[in-house]
């Protein structure tokens, strides 16, 4: 792809709503925390107040830049270092075209594959935004139920598995709590000799569904969070609220559209273009996808409250959202099965019908670099194109390649450089010490934050769920999972 012709602009991520609002609430929320939120969202997590601060400094010249400089006419600028959080809607937008990349390049080979949404109805909602580990539990249930429903379609084949990467989400189209496991599945399963056997066209996915209730309320018994007359009750309703929708995927062949819903897998928790605040305003407003469908419309929030949603939504520090299993599953992918569908990302690209398997053993661990890690290597400019369709290292005065001449992260140089520039006053500058408001929460302290793509463009170039409805309306109420 040749380079875009649009010229880059530094982003002003101040100038967004949600550092708006995370300025303005990031730490009221936590002070009100215990009173307000933590019988809704569960008790406060220490790595919030890191995603916080980290959020605030995100694009900040006065923590940290690089040097940019075009070498044919001196024409210089300073990219500030951003904060690599999962709140922040712009550096998960990078870290999704690289990991969307690998996915298609090295884990998915061309094949036809179909999308899945398992969601679960509201009364079960909040006791997985509470218990983080249970949607570990939600995705690996999935997979499960996904597997045996597509071994019982081949009776006499053993051991077949799909292809299948799964990602679980807490927020549905307005930011509204609603926790539910995205996947991509191949249209078939691969057998213990590395056959593909594909499902035929116009394959009825509906019967997934029931499965899918029944597995989730059998999980949830075991983890002792339901009751089994519960679990007679919520088996019984006729509008379950759990479902399985197959209705989008993704045919052989078509690697573009399987590249779409494999970013769909990676989203942030919002969008900044469907959401508005200013500093100071009494309300959020964030329009969803479909105006005209109830309660998926314009919704408006109080600050705090929006903030805390938010909040709620972020994953733990460590908690792993994207997952492969069956033949996607790394064991597979390295020779764990036997002549593999597709052992280099090429065979990948080769038309496969069903029966056929291109030749080849797995790679192995030691073998040369696949083409990903290569890709991997990506300058911050390149995942800029990507993303937003610019050039960020194409000169606008001369139109030549600029570079990255120095990185600078100690304090008082930046500040005689932007000092010296005359931009040391329209920086947000440092944090402000602010007393930590639990005994066991850190004061917000100056980090610099070094950025990863910066850098390789320098080498390279509820608890429980409730056991009791008070009423048959509160009954029917929950009955209803949107």
Same mark, same amino acid.
């Given at each position: ?264 897998? !990676?989203? =942030?928790?919002?969008?900044?273009? @469907?959401?508005? +605040?200013?500093?100071? #305003? /009494?309300?959020? &407003?964030?329009? $969803? ?23 709620? !939504?972020? =994953?733990?520090?460590?908690?792993? @959202?994207?997952? +492969?299993?069956?033949? #996607? /599953?790394?064991? &597979?992918?390295? $020779? ?38 290569? #890709? ?107």
């Amino acid at each position: 792809m040749g380079a875009p012709a649009l010229a880059y602009t530094q982003r002003r991520a101040d100038a967004s709503p949600l550092w708006a609002l995370v300025s303005d609430w990031g730490e009221a929320v936590e002070r009100a925390w215990e009173e307000k939120f933590e019988s809704e969202y569960g008790p406060w997590r220490p790595h919030w107040r890191r995603v916080i601060d980290g959020f605030l400094e995100c694009g900040d010249l006065a923590c940290g830049f690089a040097r940019v400089r075009c070498p044919d006419c001196g024409n210089e600028y300073l990219l500030p270092y951003s904060c690599k959080r999962r709140l922040c809607p712009t550096c998960e937008a990078k870290r999704r075209v690289e990991w969307a990349d690998r996915v298609v390049e090295e884990v998915l080979p061309d094949l036809g594959y179909r999308q899945l949404v398992f969601t679960v109805p509201r009364v079960l909602r909040r006791t997985f935004l509470r218990e983080r580990r249970l949607l570990g539990k939600l995705v690996q249930t999935a997979y499960g139920v996904t597997k045996l429903f597509l071994s019982a379609q081949f009776p006499g084949l053993e051991g077949g598995v799909p292809y299948f990467v799964g990602a679980v989400e807490t927020w549905g189209s307005v930011v509204n709590v609603h926790p539910h496991t995205h996947a991509l599945c191949s249209e078939g399963v691969l057998d213990r000799e590395g056959k593909f056997h594909a499902l035929p066209p116009g394959f009825d996915w509906g019967p997934l569904a029931e499965m899918w209730r029944q597995a989730v309320l059998a999980k949830l018994v075991e983890e002792e969070r339901l009751s089994e007359t519960t679990r007679e009750v919520l088996s019984s309703w006729q509008h379950s609220g759990f479902s399985a929708d197959a209705s989008t995927g993704a045919s052989q062949g078509d690697r573009e559209g399987l590249y779409r819903l494999v970013c769909y897998l !990676h989203k =942030p928790v919002l969008s900044l273009g @469907r959401m508005e +605040y200013t500093s100071g #305003a /009494s309300r959020v &407003i964030y329009h $969803g996808k479909n105006e005209a469908v109830g309660g998926r419309g314009t919704v408006t929030y109080e600050p705090m409250e929006f903030m805390a949603l938010l909040l709620a !939504h972020v =994953p733990e520090a460590h908690e792993v @959202r994207l997952r +492969y299993y069956g033949a #996607a /599953s790394s064991t &597979i992918r390295r $020779g764990g099965r036997k002549g593999r569908l597709a052992a280099t990302p090429g065979d990948a690209q080769r038309t496969i019908g069903a029966g056929e398997v291109p030749e080849g053993p797995a790679a192995p661990e030691e073998a040369e670099e696949s083409t990903y890690v290569k #890709a991997r290597r990506r300058t911050w400019a390149q995942l800029l194109a990507r993303v937003y369709g610019v050039d960020a290292l194409k000169c606008g005065r001369c139109g030549g390649r600029m570079k990255i001449i120095s990185w600078i992260t100690d304090a008082e140089v930046i500040e005689r450089i932007l000092r010296h520039r005359g931009e040391w006053g329209r920086t947000r500058g440092p944090p402000a010490e602010s007393a930590p408001v639990r005994a066991e929460a850190e004061p917000r302290a100056r980090r610099v934050v070094v950025d990863e793509y910066a850098q390789e463009c320098a080498r390279e170039d509820e608890g429980r769920v409730g056991e009791v409805f008070e009423s048959e309306a509160e009954r029917r109420e929950w009955d209803w999972g949107a």
